[in-house]
């Protein structure tokens, strides 16, 4: 599976922007997505997944309320739109797969995200 994620850029703090992941495979339905993002001089954190059927989510704290994760199972892609923008969103936001919960086998280049205040 290859990842191909985009939409980052340059923001001010409470704008808006929307993330894309497109996969490159015949069975993404079949995979778990999720995003994650490593700040600078910081390890990468779990920011959001959502399961295959789309029903199943789940969302970092400091992104809750804030953040939302969508696929399109027809589309092969997954989205994060993300609002009300603060600096410390600032990272490399990455996009995974998993065909088991937890275990992220596959990863996209990264998009970077960021946030001024």
């Known amino acids: 599976v290859q990842l191909q994620a985009s939409g980052g850029g340059l923001v001010q703090a409470g704008d808006s922007l929307k993330l894309s992941c497109a996969a490159s495979?015949?069975?993404?339905?079949?995979?778990?997505m999720g995003w994650f993002r490593q700040a600078p001089g910081k390890e990468r954190e779990f920011v959001a997944s959502?399961?295959?059927?789309?029903?199943?989510?789940s969302y970092a704290d400091s992104v809750k309320g804030r953040f939302t994760i969508s696929r399109d199972n027809a589309k092969n892609t997954v989205y994060l739109q993300m609002n009300s923008l603060k600096a410390e969103d600032t990272a490399v936001y990455y996009c995974?797969?998993?065909?088991?919960?937890?275990?992220?086998?596959?990863w996209g280049q990264g998009t970077q995200v960021t946030v001024s205040s």
């Open positions: 995974a797969a998993a065909l088991i919960a937890g275990r992220w086998s596959h």
């Open positions: 495979t015949r069975t993404f339905s079949a995979y778990i």
């Open positions: 959502i399961m295959w059927n789309t029903r199943g989510t």
